[in-house]
């Protein structure tokens, strides 16, 4: 299977083409001022601003959908959760449960940031090969380990989800038919175990065979980045509009402006 991620990264745009470094460095700061802002307009601009940069980086609408299809049901539970549970006084109750309009915003405010900082992950990791972001996190000072622990679990991910359509393969083939009894968790159990074993031996192996070929603890490539000055401008301008989020989501006049618009 081929790595999913990146296989957009081929594309023509502006973010393309921007140097990986100042790239992931660039948007790296904006998801942290994303993930920091407390009113729910500003996420709301931050979600604007992050359709903008796919569409920008023309990654198509259905790969990005795809990933979200993933986050969106672990964020709408809480809708149902936060409302209902929020400490507080309650604007009024809904089968006897105390609904409080302050739990509603908070889960849109963590829907809103959430499904920004998962759609700028992808333009990061979209608009270049997967490798060549490990190599530029590398020469960002990124711990070593980190990044190849990334990269290991990104590569090997694929691997494992190859191994485990071949045992079900293997397993249909031979006649076995999943019910909703103790045979078949049984069976399911055995699978998971041996999926672990081959997964741990294969670790072993793949070990042993980059220790023989000389790796120290890094990698080693021939990619050479190059910097000008439309990356350092594209860096300054996206640190800029977030740097301006972020102070008018924490100085008390524009706060305060903001909280009463809604």
């Keep these: 299977m081929a790595l999913e991620i990146d296989q957009h990264h081929q594309l023509a745009s502006s973010i393309q083409r921007w140097d990986p470094r100042f790239k992931i460095a660039s948007l790296g700061i904006f998801v942290l001022g994303v993930a920091v802002l407390q ?10 601003l992050a359709i ?14 795809q990933g979200l299809a993933w986050v969106v049901p672990f964020l709408l539970p809480f809708f149902l959760i936060l409302p209902f549970s929020y400490p507080g006084t309650a604007a009024y109750h809904v089968l006897g449960l105390p609904f409080a309009w302050e739990g509603l915003r908070l889960a849109a405010l963590i829907f809103l940031k959430a499904v920004a900082i998962v759609m700028i992950s992808y333009v990061i990791f979209g608009s270049a090969r997967f490798d060549v972001s490990m190599i530029a996190l590398q020469r960002l000072r990124c711990p070593a380990i980190f990044v190849q622990m990334i990269l290991f679990t990104y590569r090997y991910t694929y691997v494992f989800i190859d191994e485990m359509r ?12 999943k019910r909703m009894d103790l045979h078949t968790f049984r069976v399911v159990g055995g699978f998971v175990g041996t999926l672990l074993i081959r997964s741990f031996e294969r670790t072993e192996r793949v070990f042993k065979a980059m220790l023989s070929k000389g790796f ?27 740097v ?5 989501d924490r100085i008390g006049p524009f706060h305060a402006a903001i909280q009463a618009w809604y």
């Design 166 to 177: 071949r045992m079900n393969t293997a397993m249909s083939t031979r006649g076995f038919v």
């Design 52 to 65: 903008g940069f796919c569409r920008i980086s023309r990654l198509p609408y259905a790969f990005v959908k």
């Design 216 to 242: 120290q603890g890094e990698f080693h490539t021939l990619v050479e980045f190059s910097a000008g000055p439309r990356d350092a401008a594209k860096m300054v301008l996206v640190v800029g509009v977030i």
């Design 39 to 48: 009113t729910l307009p500003l996420a709301m601009v931050a979600l604007l």
């Design 244 to 248: 301006v989020l972020t102070v008018c």
